[in-house]
T-cell receptor, first 117, second 122 residues
């Protein structure tokens, strides 16, 4: 069964430092992968997505992610973190659902990012 | 584009009452909408898939008589929590799946999310 693992529950970085959030997936076919960000009390905003092609994907707000099939990973990175980046980050994989006759999203448990001055 | 709204954003109700949450796609048509539930500090759990004009498909363990879903139009889906109890208190989020330009499902399964509804049952 497909699944997504985010090994880090909490991460703390200093403002201006680089960031990497880990995501590992388990999926038999070529995955469709996403990173979402959720601010407190808010819905999810799509940061970036990978479907195929170039394995380094650029997203909004200066984020990027690299798909590595050999490692079953899709880690999110940002070279310099801003205080406004403090939020919950979710990795997700879209997989076909026969019951839904379409693709459904499976989310990881999320990583909470704290940015210190 | 691809904006999804939810109403209300926050609701407090007494135990035993029913609460209706609306999910609207504002600038596109959504044949499929999803309802998620999120507990504090946890991930989103898919509750059900709502298809316009047909019955919703519920995930295992979700009581369909408890969580009534109606998708009456291409821009509106509603979730009604019937006879709510304190354990139903949660953050409910809807999303809508976008059709591709050809009308076919975007194979990526990309969804656009609403801002969520915080339900507190006293």
């Amino acid at each position: 069964a497909q699944s997504v693992t985010q090994p880090d529950i909490h991460i703390t970085v200093s403002e201006g430092a680089s960031l990497e959030l880990r995501c590992n997936y388990s999926y038999g076919a070529t995955p469709y992968l996403f990173w979402y960000v959720q601010s407190p009390g808010q819905g999810l905003q799509l940061l970036l997505k990978y479907f195929s092609g170039d394995t380094l994907v650029q997203g909004i707000k200066g984020f990027e992610a690299e798909f590595k099939r050999s490692q079953s990973s899709f880690n999110l990175r940002k070279p310099s973190v801003h205080w406004s980046d403090a939020a919950e980050y979710f990795c997700a994989v879209a997989s076909w659902s026969n019951s839904n006759s379409g693709y459904a999203l499976n989310f990881g448990k999320g990583t909470s990012l704290l940015v210190t001055p | 584009g691809a904006v999804v709204s939810q109403h209300p954003s926050w609701v407090i109700c007494k135990s035993g009452t029913s609460v209706k949450i609306e999910c609207r796609s504002l600038d596109f048509q959504a044949t499929t909408m999803f309802w998620y539930r999120q507990f504090p500090k946890q991930s989103l759990m898919l509750m059900a898939t709502s298809n316009e004009g047909s019955k919703a498909t519920y995930e295992q363990g979700v009581e369909k008589d408890k969580f009534l879903i109606n998708h009456a139009s291409l821009t509106l889906s509603t979730l009604t929590v019937t006879s709510a109890h304190p354990e139903d208190s949660s953050f409910y989020i809807c999303s809508a799946r976008v059709l591709g330009s050809t009308g076919a499902l975007v194979p990526s399964g990309e969804q656009f999310f609403g801002p969520g509804t915080r339900l507190t049952v006293l």
